[in-house]
């Protein structure tokens, strides 16, 4: 897969309808990082999509950077940091602690907050399937910062 393609993708697909809603979606990505790994680009692209997705939807943020790092490469492997920041309210500590849970659904009127958070389970779940861990930053009144490091083999290399 090539990384820097899935998050353009990704980007360009919610573009629209993040204009639409007032909200500025930009991505920063390194020249020299390298993106061609061996990994699953829908994996990616979807979680990506509900952390993107969920800061307009939730958090009312204005603006929302997907930012990609490299943290550690070898000959054959690379991990990267992707990390996507919002201008919404933020998260307090004690919703951060269940932020990536799965839960059950006990109102219906709370459709929308259940759909959310199920977006960010999934999303844990697939980057724990990467190899990989999920975190949040935050605090009420501060952007957020969810940073997202999976694991990867380069795409020439063999395991």
Request: charged share 20%; aromatic share 4%.
């Amino acid at each position: 897969m090539i990384c820097r393609r899935t998050i353009e993708d990704v980007v360009d697909s919610l573009r629209s309808a993040a204009h639409v809603k007032g909200l500025e979606l930009a991505c920063s990505i390194p020249a020299d990082l390298v993106t061609h790994v061996r990994g699953d680009p829908c994996a990616l692209g979807q979680i990506l999509n509900n952390l993107v997705g969920n800061a307009n939807q939730v958090y009312r943020a204005s603006s929302v950077v997907i930012r990609v790092a490299g943290l550690e490469e070898t000959a054959q492997n690379v991990t990267m940091r992707f990390e996507v920041t919002d201008t919404g309210a933020g998260i307090s500590a004690a919703a951060q602690s269940r932020i990536f849970e799965e839960f059950a659904k006990r109102r219906v009127n709370d459709r929308k907050h259940w759909r959310l958070r199920l977006g960010l389970a999934i999303s844990r779940q697939l980057v724990e399937m990467m190899g990989g861990n999920i975190h949040v930053e935050s605090a009420l009144g501060c952007r957020l910062h969810i940073l997202v490091s999976p694991a990867a083999s380069k795409a020439g290399s063999r395991q």
